[in-house]
């Protein structure tokens, strides 16, 4: 992830380079291979890159568009390059020469507003458009890349973290007593209010438009609008389908991979990752990109040796025999085990505070994730995948079907459903208690 920022100066002042300096400085966490600024009067676009693919070298941001009118700031990837190439009628050396951000460029050129929703991959945006004296701001539809944001009718301030804001003397640097209320109580539903006072997250798929007298609101086409109905041929055809889209997806992340990795587990969400992976390995890249020579290193979080073997009934503690099972069929999978038992719960703490600016949510997962993270640092590991969102796809167990088939009328396709998931009169009723009748039931007042 880089670091993007703007300062807005809506009362017409001029941003100062001290105060762009200021803002840079303080997001060089997050982006620590180059410093670019653009100053142009009221407002200040700060970029701090992080190379994460060969193209993000290619280039330096903001990137200018439209004959000078409009510079663009770019964290995050395009994971479909030939696709926006194609529609832009650019050939492949033209493609070869273009950052992510500069192909982002072109595409809001042709396309304005609607262009990010072409975009697949993850990324957040800043435009400043000279002619309109405005700023536009946006986040993908899944948020895997932040911008926070702060306002006055004087000043508008946003940043890929708050860190970026609070290096301005104006912004103050207080905690939100009502977030850390929200954290306590178990509320995570809250997409905008952030640890500090004042300072607001811009939601996944929001858009953000500001100018010197307004700022307004909205999002753009929100993930579920952009799945496409698939009517395959056959349950063939649709495996075969998801095979394709699975290998597109794993391709696109391994993108300027030096040395690859992932999070592994028993489970069926990483292993099937470890299997696409592998068969990656050595197969020709893009024209910046070498072959990505193995092994694939599979990091395993292990229990420590006073674990007694408690677990809840039907849970296993323990991912060694399952993935040694997956290692002995894929010859390049090296999976390598990882007892974090020796470190403090609180490991590498105040470093994770620092870049991320929120406690974790799971803090017992912080010690074994950084021994990970050290362990494939040492192996020269440079991409590391993980399978976290398997149990909304691969994995996931379906909950919440059963109610949509019945309130869409289709009986036959619900008692299939229950005859295929329940062993037996006592499954079943289980199932239709807890899946459809409990969720009709009106609230308790």
């Not at 992830?1 to 009362?11: C, K, L």
């Amino acid at each position: 992830m880089s670091g993007i920022g703007a300062i807005f100066r809506r009362d017409g002042r001029e941003v100062s380079p001290r105060e762009a300096q200021a803002m840079a400085r303080a997001l060089a966490v997050h982006g620590p291979d180059r410093e670019d600024l653009h100053l142009d009067g009221a407002v200040a676009l700060v970029h701090r890159l992080f190379a994460d693919t060969p193209e993000a070298r290619l280039g330096r941001q903001p990137v200018e568009g439209a004959g000078g009118r409009r510079r663009l700031l770019f964290d995050g990837r395009l994971d479909n390059r030939e696709d926006l190439a194609r529609a832009l009628d650019l050939d492949a050396a033209e493609l070869a020469g273009l950052s992510d951000a500069a192909l982002a460029m072109r595409s809001w050129d042709r396309w304005g507003e609607d262009a990010p929703e072409r975009w697949i991959g993850p990324h957040a945006a800043i435009l400043w458009d000279e002619a309109d004296q405005a700023l536009t701001a946006l986040r993908d539809p899944l948020g895997r890349r932040l911008l926070t944001w702060w306002e006055t009718p004087e000043l508008f301030a946003i940043a890929t973290a708050p860190k970026g804001l609070h290096a301005l003397p104006e912004i103050p640097r207080r905690l939100d007593r009502i977030r850390f209320a929200q954290a306590l109580t178990q509320h995570y539903g809250d997409a905008e209010r952030s640890w500090y006072e004042g300072v607001r997250r811009l939601p996944p798929c929001g858009r953000l438009r500001v100018d010197r007298r307004s700022l307004r609101l909205g999002a753009g086409r929100r993930l579920a609008d952009r799945v496409r109905d698939v009517t395959p041929a056959s349950e063939a055809a649709c495996a075969e389908e998801a095979h394709a889209l699975l290998d597109q997806a794993v391709r696109a992340r391994l993108r300027g991979a030096q040395g690859a990795g992932l999070f592994l587990s028993g489970g069926l969400d990483s292993s099937t990752l470890a299997v696409k992976a592998a068969a990656q390995l050595g197969a020709a890249r893009g024209p910046l990109d070498g072959p990505l020579h193995g092994p694939l290193h599979g990091y395993v979080a292990v229990p420590g040796p006073d674990w007694d073997g408690r677990v809840p009934r039907g849970w296993y503690g323990d991912e060694t025999p399952s993935v040694r099972a997956l290692a002995a069929r894929v010859p390049n999978l090296r999976a390598q085990f990882v007892d974090a038992a020796d470190l403090p719960l609180d490991h590498r703490e105040a470093a994770f505070l620092h870049c991320a600016e929120a406690p974790r949510r799971n803090v017992v997962s912080l010690a074994w994730m950084h021994a990970i993270f050290e362990r494939a640092r040492g192996d020269g590991v440079s991409v590391l995948l993980n399978g976290y969102h398997g149990d909304f796809t691969l994995s996931h167990e379906g909950s919440g079907l059963l109610l949509e088939l019945w309130r869409a009328g289709r009986l036959g396709p619900l008692l299939r459903e229950l005859r295929a998931g329940g062993a037996g009169p006592g499954r079943i009723g289980r199932r239709l208690l807890g899946e459809l009748v409990f969720p009709l039931l009106p609230a308790r007042a």
